[in-house]
């Protein structure tokens, strides 16, 4: 894994509350779609959300049963960084 992705994947995963958080994990959204490993309608509830500092993205993919396979990646990831 290169060092860009591997940065996105820390700063997709950093957690709610941090100020302008939000934002910086909608910045890494916007990489993994572009790189097409992100659904646009996940892309989208990151993009809602990126105002929203202390609103988790993944609760809100939960609640609305959006991105199921991002999901997935996540804990993935997770598991193996953590």
Not at 16 to 27: D, H, I, V
């Given at each position: 894994m290169d060092e860009e992705t591997r940065r996105n994947w820390e700063i997709i995963?950093?957690?709610?509350?941090?100020?302008?958080?939000?934002?910086?994990?909608?910045?890494?959204?916007?990489?993994?779609?572009?790189?097409?490993?992100?659904?646009?309608?996940?892309?989208?509830?990151?993009?809602?959300?990126?105002?929203?500092?202390?609103?988790?993205?993944?609760?809100v993919l939960r609640r609305w049963q959006v991105g199921a396979e991002w999901i997935e990646r996540l804990e993935a990831w997770r598991g193996r960084s953590g």
């Open positions: 995963t950093m957690p709610p509350g941090a100020e302008w958080s939000g934002r910086a994990r909608y910045a890494a959204a916007m990489y993994f779609c572009q790189r097409g490993q992100m659904a646009p309608e996940v892309l989208e509830i990151y993009r809602i959300c990126s105002r929203l500092d202390a609103e988790d993205p993944v609760s």
